[in-house]
């Protein structure tokens, strides 16, 4: 069974600090791997989505990448602010014809950026 | 951009109720989904529909049952409430079940007295 670990559980950095979140999986065989951000009591809202064939994806001042080989993937927040306080989440999907697109979820990382 | 929405963002329901949660996505998509998270044990899956009047059941189907009749409408009901349900509800979409991306709603939080 797919396990998806986020390492770690909590992490504050002052404001313009670079954020590095990692997220390891024990299954190579994915489709893609998803990053989510979730703010308290609310819903999760996509981040980036990187296929099984990418090594990395960007979007403003994010950036994730995916080592397959090694089940890995993290998450780079340049230049954080107050604003990206939230917990983050991965979540990757697995090629198995049983999974039905299924996503496996790590705990997430909760991120306070203090002013 | 995908539009995932849930009937209640805040649901208060006593011990033996029937509950009706609604979710609506306005992209077409083929897929959706019903998650319950809930602290240390994360985000699991309860039940999922690949197509309308399809479903498969999720790591935990039990006291839950789902209904979709159209393709941009999945609801989850549980048949009778209990305590043990207490919980934030989130749906999720997608337009199909490997290589695309998921769409989460703003959630429901339920609460069962």
């Known amino acids: 069974k797919q396990e998806v670990t986020q390492i770690p559980a909590a992490l504050s950095v002052p404001e313009g600090e670079n954020l590095v979140l990692n997220c390891s999986f024990t299954?190579?065989?994915?489709?893609?791997l998803q990053w989510f951000r979730q703010d308290p009591g609310k819903g999760l809202t996509s981040l980036l989505l990187i296929q099984s064939s990418q090594r990395e994806q960007t979007s403003g001042r994010l950036n994730a990448s995916l080592d397959k080989s090694s089940g890995r993937s993290t998450l780079y927040i340049a230049a954080s602010q107050p604003g990206d306080s939230a917990t983050y989440l991965c979540?990757?999907?697995?090629?198995?014809?049983?999974?039905?697109?299924?996503?496996?979820f790590g705990a997430g990382t909760q991120v306070v950026v203090t002013p | 951009d995908v539009k995932v929405t849930q009937s209640s963002r805040y649901l208060v329901k006593r011990t033996g109720e029937k509950v009706f949660l609604e979710c609506v996505q306005d992209?077409?998509?083929?897929?959706m989904f019903w998650y319950r998270q809930d602290p240390g044990l994360g985000l699991r899956l309860i039940y999922f529909s690949y197509d309308v009047k399809m479903k498969e059941k999720g790591d935990i189907p039990e006291g839950y049952s789902v209904s979709r009749e159209k393709k941009e409408r999945f609801s989850l009901i549980l048949e009778s409430a209990s305590t043990n349900q207490t919980s934030m509800y989130l749906c999720?979409?997608?337009?199909?079940?490997?290589?695309?991306?998921?769409?989460f709603g703003p959630g429901t939080r339920l609460t069962v007295t």
């Open positions: 992209m077409d998509h083929e897929n």
């Open positions: 999720a979409s997608s337009l199909d079940t490997s290589s695309y991306e998921q769409y």
């Open positions: 979540a990757a999907k697995h090629t198995t014809t049983d999974s039905w697109g299924k996503l496996q």
């Open positions: 299954d190579s065989a994915i489709y893609n």
